[in-house]
C-alpha cells in the first residue's frame, strides 16, 4: 500500500488567501485524524471521523477552519482566510478497525508544510 | 487536563553507547502510551504501543517500560546507530472512547559515528 498520501507538501501563501489541504487515507480504514505540529504547541490533533463522520472537532482553533470526509478514501482540511499564524505542518493520519478496541497503531502521512507570509 | 513531557529536548551521543528517553503524563488514567520516530521533513512511525495494563514492550533494539501509577514511560535504545538519529515522541490515549492521542514535545537524539 502506498500508504497516507497528502497534498501539497508544500505551500507558500498570502495573508487572506483560502488554503485546502488534501489527505488520502490507507484503503480500509475507517478512522482519518488531522495533527497540526507547531515549535511552540507540538502536535496537536485538530480533528478526527470514524466511517466518514466526524467525532471530536474540539482541537479544530475557530470558524476559519473546516473539515470534511466526503468519502472514505478522500478527506480535506481547509483554512479561509489563512494567517501567519496558521503556518505549520499539518499531518493527516489514518487507522483500521479495531483502533478503538484493540489500540491498533495509526499511520501517518508525510504531512502538508504551510507558510503563510 | 493531561500533559505529556518529554526531558531532554534533545540529545547527543556516541555510536554503541545505551540510552534512555524520558516520558511523564500528569494524569495516571490512561487508554496506552506509544513510542513514535519522526525523521525530519517526514511524518511519524510508530515504535511501540503499551496497553495500560502491560508493564514493557520490546521490538529489537527498542525497550519502552510503562509506570502508570508514577505517570512515566521510558524508551531504552541498546546498541545505537546513527541510524537512530531522529526525533522521538510519546503519546498517551486516554480511554477506549476516543481516538485523540496527546502527544510531548519529544526528544531529537542524534547518534555520532
Known amino acids: 500500500d502506498a500508504g497516507v498520501i497528502q497534498s501539497p507538501r508544500h505551500e507558500v501563501t498570502e495573508m487572506g488567501q483560502e488554503v485546502t489541504l488534501r489527505c488520502k487515507p490507507i484503503?480500509?480504514?475507517?478512522?482519518l485524524f488531522w495533527y497540526r505540529q507547531t515549535m511552540m504547541r507540538g502536535l496537536e490533533l485538530l480533528i478526527y471521523?470514524?466511517?466518514?463522520?466526524?467525532?471530536?472537532d474540539s482541537g479544530m482553533p475557530e470558524d476559519r477552519f473546516s473539515a470534511k470526509m466526503p468519502n472514505a478514501s478522500f478527506s480535506t482540511l481547509k483554512i479561509q482566510p489563512s494567517e501567519p499564524r496558521d503556518s505549520a505542518v499539518y499531518f493527516c493520519?489514518?487507522?483500521?478497525?479495531?483502533?478503538?478496541?484493540?489500540?491498533?497503531?495509526?499511520?501517518f502521512g508525510e504531512g502538508s508544510w504551510l507558510t503563510v507570509v | 487536563k493531561q500533559e505529556v513531557t518529554q526531558i531532554p529536548a534533545a540529545l547527543s551521543v556516541p555510536e554503541g553507547e545505551n540510552l534512555v528517553l524520558n516520558c511523564s503524563f500528569t494524569?495516571?488514567?490512561?487508554?496506552?502510551l506509544q513510542w513514535f520516530r519522526q525523521d525530519p521533513g517526514k511524518g511519524l512511525t510508530s515504535l511501540l504501543l503499551?496497553?495500560?495494563?502491560?508493564r514493557e514492550q520490546t521490538s529489537g533494539r527498542l525497550n519502552a517500560s510503562l509506570d502508570k501509577s508514577s505517570g512515566r514511560s521510558t524508551l531504552y535504545i541498546a546498541a545505537s546507530q546513527p541510524g537512530d538519529s531522529a526525533t522521538y515522541l510519546c503519546?498517551?490515549?486516554?480511554?477506549?472512547?476516543?481516538?485523540?492521542?496527546?502527544f510531548g514535545q519529544g526528544t531529537t537524539l542524534q547518534v555520532k559515528p
Open positions: 493520519a489514518s487507522s483500521p478497525t479495531g483502533f478503538r478496541i484493540s489500540g491498533n497503531t495509526i499511520y
Open positions: 503519546a498517551v490515549r486516554l480511554s477506549s472512547n476516543t481516538g485523540k492521542l496527546i
Open positions: 494524569d495516571s488514567a490512561i487508554y496506552n
Open positions: 471521523f470514524n466511517n466518514n463522520v466526524p467525532i471530536d
Open positions: 503499551i496497553q495500560s495494563s502491560q
Open positions: 484503503s480500509g480504514h475507517d478512522y
